[in-house]
Every structure is written in C-alpha cells, then in structure tokens.
C-alpha cells in the first residue's frame, strides 16, 4: 500500500507495477486490494487498513444464524447452556488473538446469542450481562467475556513471543516501535495514559491493545516493551 501526498492510502488503480510470489516454480502475482477491502484467510475477515468490519459482520452472522438454530429447536436447560460455552462462544474466541474488535461491536455480537439461549436454559434474557460473565466463585454464570478474552489473547501473545525468534515477536516489536515514535517519547508509551496520548497512535491491533490495557490500569512490563536507547543527536519529548 502507497501513501499519498495528504497522508492517505491511495487508490489501488493509482499504483504502478505488479507484486509477484514463486508458486511452484512460476511466477504468481499477488492480487491489489483497496484499503478498505477485505480478505478472508485462515476464517478471519482482515483489512489492510486494521478496520474490523469484515470480521465483525461474519461473526454476526455466525452469530444469527446459530440463535435461530437454537431457537426454534427442542432442547432441555442442560443441553442449551453447554451449547453456549462449547459451540457458538468457541466460534467468537477463535480469532480474538487477531482482531481488535470495540466493546460496542462485541455486545451486538453477543445479543442474539443471549437473547436465543438464555430463555432455553430458563435465565431471562435480559439478565444482568455482569453476573452472566461473572465467574462462579463470585455467583456469576462462568460465560468467557469475549472482550476480556480478546485482550488477555493478546497480552498472552506479546509475552509468549518475548522470548521466541518467531514471526510474531518480529512483528510485535515493529508495531511497538512504530507506536513509540509516533506517541514521540522516551518513557514506554504502555506507561503513559492512552487517553492523552492514544490519538497519536497509528490505529491497529497494538494501539487497541494499549488502549484496553489503559483502561485497566495494567501496563507491559519486561524485555518486549523496553525502548531501545536512542542514537546521538535523537531528540525525545521527554
């Protein structure tokens, strides 16, 4: 993708030359999107520009069409709540690693669920969704919040590549390294409060990952999130 003199990604009608990959010895060439167009791989909807609509919209269609199933067929309390927590919510929790979804979008996710299966396990529908997410200890139904799911899958992940040469970790490291020199100081952007300094972040799953951790009152910690020193004659904020 090509930037344009205003900032903005251009057109794909705009941008010259072909990219190609090797596919059994002949040349392929790989397909341009717009940056607004999204992709399906591995059962996640991405777009280049780290919007999640794509992936929004296929989960709640998952989503519809798994409550209508469910609400037109037959089934005891028992069987209704187990095929809450072991059928539709695996299909939610399965791209959370990757995706960077609002807590706005996860509650439209989740209504037709609740709304479907909740009378089915005798539980009002419009039962408090705290005590629905609340865990058993603390009298809650044990339901895994999806978006507290979503940001555990990713601290999980900036930890567990910490100390791996992998991919990942090379990935987390640039995105890390682009959110600093855009937020433009010294100290760990993961230190400062996301609600000064956020809208200085490129938008994207690691800015999304400051902003929620932010709202916790958690910060990163340990090798990953160390700032390399800077070089002579750099310049910093702070």
Not at 10 to 26: H, M
Not at 205 to 214: D, G, I, K, P
Request: charged share 20%; glycine share 6%.
């Amino acid at each position: 993708m090509e930037v344009g003199p205003d900032g903005k990604y251009i057109s794909k009608a705009k941008q010259l030359g072909s990219l190609f990959l090797c596919n059994n010895g002949q040349p392929a060439t790989i397909e341009r999107l717009e940056v607004m167009e999204a992709r399906e791989t591995l059962d996640i909807w991405s777009h280049p520009d780290s919007l999640m609509i794509g992936e929004v919209n296929a989960l709640k269609s998952k989503a519809l069409k798994w409550a209508d199933a469910v609400r037109t067929k037959h089934i005891n309390p028992t069987k209704a709540w187990y095929s809450i927590n072991h059928t539709i919510m695996k299909t939610i929790e399965y791209p959370l690693a990757a995706t960077s979804i609002s807590k706005k979008d996860m509650q439209d996710i989740m209504r037709p669920i609740f709304q479907a299966a909740l009378p089915k396990a005798r539980i009002q529908k419009h039962f408090p969704r705290k005590l629905v997410y609340g865990t058993l200890m603390s009298k809650g139904f044990g339901v895994h919040d999806p978006s507290a799911s979503q940001v555990i899958e990713h601290v999980h992940s900036l930890i567990r590549h910490s100390f791996q040469d992998s991919p990942s970790h090379d990935l987390h490291v640039q995105n890390m390294e682009l959110v600093q020199c855009y937020v433009g100081t010294e100290k760990p952007f993961w230190d400062m409060p996301f609600a000064e300094y956020g809208h200085l972040a490129p938008r994207g799953w690691m800015a999304f990952t400051w902003q929620e951790l932010s709202e916790t009152g958690l910060s990163l910690k340990g090798p990953l999130a160390t700032i390399p020193s800077h070089r002579a004659l750099d310049l910093s904020l702070n």
